[in-house]
């Protein structure tokens, strides 16, 4: 059996990130990725940045996780790199003396939320470097970020770009593993995590957490074979806005609605996926007030749909049939479960049983549980409730049901 580290099933206990798109991007309206447009130092002065704010409104929301991007495909550095002018030191921003890496990882540990850092390992022109100067211009930058600044819980590498580009990856693993034993790495050359091969915010099913394959980049269909099978959550990333990863002007009417937000909810924690959410901090370096806002709300629904179970365990276990059983009849419309040891069930289903008399009724029909499985279905008046396992094995750890309004 493959058997997960503990900082895997860790990231799987965070369920909810935010990820913050910021950059020298974020002063220059219509700049699209790979677009190789010039974005001059001189635009970049976030007067108001208060890393802070972000992490309040992600903390508030319910967010376990939080992730930055400290460089992407324009090579803009968010810290004083040492190996690039094209850095924040070279801006108006507090004359050059500003480190937004550094204070957004004081603001992730003052708030308690775990720290990410994404980082692209391709950039605009950087095949006019040979393949051992750019793996050594790599290596430089991304050991700054994990000396520099504390413990890193989570390094994220975005595959858009590398398209038949070889890294002398053994060595950068073994740099980045030397520097942060306990990091966990998202989706590339030796990782803890995969992406779930889309962005807009849904996980398949069945969700496996044992897989030989990774997608990776959204410019093409052909997966990473991995040497071997691996255990590998998955994480989803989805843009509050419609159309942009980083601040626009253009987009304010585009924020997700809440009914769209929760639906999302159900396709990603629903499914056992961690979700990562990207709100862009505009040009004073603050969140927007909507989608502050949006935000909030998404969380405290949440936590209104789910607070009250109306049992604290399931009432028998015969074989593979999970019982739980009411003194009265009540209403039921969801159901969430967890595995004991994440990744044996296979198929599942769920069927209630009619308050007065008659056979049991089979309402939701699923595959895998993982960490979590939220299970919703039309309101049914029962007095029990029984979740099947189909196939594999195992054992449920949580069975709990609700009635969500």
């Given at each position: 059996m493959i058997k997960p580290k503990n900082e895997q099933l860790d990231f799987l206990e965070w369920e909810f990130g935010v990820f913050f798109h910021f950059g020298i991007r974020t002063f220059y309206e219509g700049h699209k990725d790979w677009d190789m447009k010039d974005m001059p130092l001189s635009g970049f002065n976030p007067t108001k940045l208060d890393c802070n704010q972000w992490l309040k409104v992600s903390k508030d929301a319910g967010a376990k996780y939080a992730i930055l991007v400290c460089k992407h495909h324009d090579g803009f550095a968010n810290w004083p790199s040492k190996y690039t002018g094209y850095s924040v030191a070279n801006t108006p921003w507090?004359?050059?003396?500003?480190?937004?890496?550094?204070?957004?990882?004081?603001?992730?540990?003052?708030?308690?939320?775990?720290?990410?850092?994404?980082?692209?390992?391709?950039?605009?022109?950087?095949?006019?470097?040979?393949?051992?100067?750019?793996?050594?211009?790599?290596?430089?930058?991304?050991?700054?970020?994990?000396?520099?600044?504390?413990?890193?819980?989570?390094?994220?590498?975005?595959?858009?770009?590398?398209?038949?580009?070889?890294?002398?990856?053994?060595?950068?693993?073994?740099?980045?593993?030397?520097?942060?034993?306990?990091?966990?790495?998202?989706?590339?050359?030796?990782?803890?995590?995969?992406?779930?091969?889309?962005?807009?915010?849904?996980?398949?099913?069945?969700?496996?957490?044992?897989?030989?394959?990774?997608?990776f980049s959204v410019k093409t269909e052909t997966k990473d074979e991995l040497d071997n099978e691996r255990f590998l959550p998955v994480e989803c990333d989805i843009r509050m806005r419609r159309h942009n990863w980083f601040y626009s002007d253009a987009d304010e009417d585009t924020i997700k609605s809440l009914d769209e937000l929760i639906?999302?909810?159900?396709?990603?924690?629903?499914?056992?996926?961690?979700?990562?959410?990207?709100?862009?901090p505009d040009r004073r370096g603050l969140l927007p007030d909507k989608d502050s806002i949006r935000i909030r709300e998404f969380g405290a629904l949440i936590r209104e749909m789910f607070a009250s179970p109306l049992n604290v365990g399931f009432s028998s276990k015969n074989d593979n049939v999970y019982t739980v059983e009411f003194d009265e009849p009540k209403l039921i419309n969801h159901v969430t479960l967890r595995e004991k040891v994440f990744g044996f069930v296979n198929k599942y289903h769920i069927k209630c049983y009619p308050y007065d008399y008659g056979e049991p009724i089979k309402v939701y029909q699923s595959d895998t549980i993982g960490r979590r499985a939220v299970c919703g279905f039309p309101s049914f008046f029962t007095k029990r409730i029984d979740v099947v396992i189909e196939e594999g094995g195992g054992d449920i750890a949580e069975f709990l049901c609700y009635f969500v309004k």
């Open positions: 507090k004359n050059g003396s500003g480190d937004v890496v550094q204070e957004f990882t004081v603001a992730c540990r003052a708030h308690g939320l775990k720290v990410g850092l994404y980082y692209s390992p391709a950039e605009f022109g950087f095949t006019k470097k040979s393949a051992a100067e750019y793996d050594d211009y790599f290596i430089n930058q991304v050991s700054e970020l994990l000396t520099n600044y504390g413990k890193i819980d989570y390094l994220w590498f975005d595959g858009c770009g590398s398209e038949g580009h070889t890294y002398d990856s053994n060595r950068i693993v073994k740099v980045i593993r030397g520097l942060q034993p306990e990091i966990l790495l998202f989706n590339m050359w030796d990782p803890d995590t995969r992406w779930v091969g889309n962005e807009s915010g849904y996980a398949h099913m069945p969700n496996e957490l044992r897989v030989n394959a990774l997608s639906g999302i909810y159900y396709y990603t924690i629903g499914r056992g996926a961690n979700l990562l959410l990207n709100i862009a």
